[in-house]
DNA sequence: AATGAATGAGAGTTCATTCAT
DNA sequence: CATGAATGAACTCTCATTCAT
């Protein structure tokens, strides 16, 4: 029972100790009290840092998708061609296969929520989704935002069906053909 | 004999009834009590025709899949070119987006329900997706499976994103580019 | 586990059944777990018969108010002078004085709560306890209000302190005194 | 011994302070932490001048009993008949109705928590009651007991029944009343 | 002396399932 | 066959109290 130095320090590691039992077991399987078991605390301290279990899982999804962007910024570097770019984005995601896949089962689960339909918090995930996606369609120099939509609905399918074990389906291949056909799609227009 | 053609009929019945509310409610949300005040029976009625819950729900999901291609071969006509059949594909999904979103987001609740991990219910659900895909690629003459994937993969992940508030994605769009993209693609192939 | 037959009799028995739990402890002190315990059923029966706490202690209220006023009217006699009538209600009070006390505790503590200043309960409550006493002046033969609540005034002040321990007042000397000024009082004004 | 001074002084402030909080909220409805964020020191803080929640709230009861005897007997002035004085009374705690409401309140929640039948408690508060009531009897000037009890029972009863909503009962009517029925009766008995 | 983080038992309530009728 | 009353474990959340700092 050590006095905690950092509320907001201490906070942000109880949301990354609770990460992986929410992937595992998904929002509404998981009880407060595994969660509060798992992560070595009580009820009543979990309590203490976050108003309710919506309130966790809320601030958890954010921290996630943040340290997402940063990831991947940090480890994409910038290679000169779009073909290369958009293969670099799915060898991203395939590397953090495990990590992508059980955020977005929880983003799935979130935004399934019907309680939540008029607290504005589908809103606030939504943005957070839009950003995320913004800054990636940045890196990749896409502004056609039918394409950037392509590009990214082709990515969260796949991430999907995986995700439920059509374990078959390849990042690197999907990348090369999306890569690929959008360099001839964009080569032809231009 | 005839007994029973009638149970199975009933069933049936009781099944096709119960769509309304999984849909509208989702699987974990809704209770065996008001799907059966509902439907207009007890629960015990239900019990009687369902081991469970959740075999109720994995038979609605099988009825449901083969109500789906069913529907789709019989109103897709039967199109000349590619691109043509991916749209027929993409109008399709948008005409019924309603109806295929709730059904997406009952497959997704099915797949994360992890208490089923051991129980072979989740190779069964994955078995009746391969089958509708493999159908439907059939219908569109592809061969090549990861074309075949890079199809379902954009449908999925665009079914997803509009469920979850993107609604400025439109299917024809994405349809179109998708067709015309393969059609480049397999033109410079062969 | 035998079937009940008939629902409402059967809410009957069990509110019954609760009054001396929530008597005894107060209905905040009380659990469902312990009344369900005590009745003998599980919550989930008690549940199945209440919508909730609140809802099972409102029908309690109404329940014992009814039967006050239907004993006394049937204990009561009808006296022929106002000090006799005053002193018959007196004593009713007096003899009952342990159920009565224990059910004014309860309608304090029901007025106590805040949770429900807003939802028409304590509405319903005021009504139900101005029923009883326009009954009440009826028998006595009371019109004039403030006479009325002077008794009543008397009455509910009475069995408050002796409830709490001041059990050396007596009713019949109360009883009598206030019968006797009422009686110089009102035969002074006639 | 200066400290202890201090301490009994900061003690008190912190009494007064809770007071309102109690008031407003009720004993069991309002929590330590409450408390403690509206009077603006830590729970531990509490907890170092009062060794409970049960003790803190007897304290407070006995300080406002105190302050209220004082209030009255300086603002009541000392009119020669009985009839004025019992005025005076009703007259008191009607200009203080929301106060002393407040207290009355507090008082029957008290009394009504079993927690504490074995404890002294309830003999403790008895007695503040009583001493209470002896030394405003002696004011009006009234050495029967059963006429005190009797004075009592009826501000009591009326009290309570203003608290929980029969806001048309007068104080000045009841008080004229009483007033008047003991003249009559005192004035006949010598 | 003062703080507030930590505790954990216990509150009201829900719900898939069973089984006497 | 059909019913719905009954179960009880498990849920989220609360709060008086303790104690390391």
Redesign the interface.
């Known amino acids: 029972m050590p006095k905690i130095v950092d509320r907001d320090k201490y906070r942000q590691e109880l949301l990354m100790k609770s990460f992986d039992l929410f992937a ?3 929002y ?2 998981i009880t407060m009290r595994q969660l509060a078991q798992e992560i070595g605390v009580s009820t009543g301290t979990l309590y203490h840092y976050f108003p309710s279990k919506e309130a966790l899982f809320l601030q958890l999804s954010a921290e996630l998708e943040r340290q997402n962007v940063m990831n991947f910024l940090a480890e994409a570097g910038n290679p000169p061609t779009l073909k290369e770019r958009i293969e670099s984005l799915f060898q991203f995601v395939a590397k953090h296969e495990d990590h992508i896949g059980k955020q977005t ?1 929880l983003w ?2 979130f ?2 929520h ?1 309680d939540w339909s008029n607290s504005g918090i ?2 606030k995930l ?1 943005e957070l ?2 950003q995320t996606i913004s800054e990636l369609a940045k890196y990749m120099q896409i502004t056609d935002r ?2 950037v ?2 590009v ?7 991430i ?2 995986r ?4 374990e078959t ?1 390849s990042y690197s ?2 990348g090369a ?2 890569g ?3 360099a ?2 964009l080569g ?1 227009d231009t």
């Open positions: 595992q077991k998904g509404s399987s089962l799935i689960e935004n399934q019907q589908k809103e939504q989704d839009e039918a394409i939509d392509f990214f609905n082709l990515l969260y399918g796949l999907l069906r995700l439920f074990g059509e389906i291949q999907q053909l999306v690929k056909m959008l001839h799609h032809e």
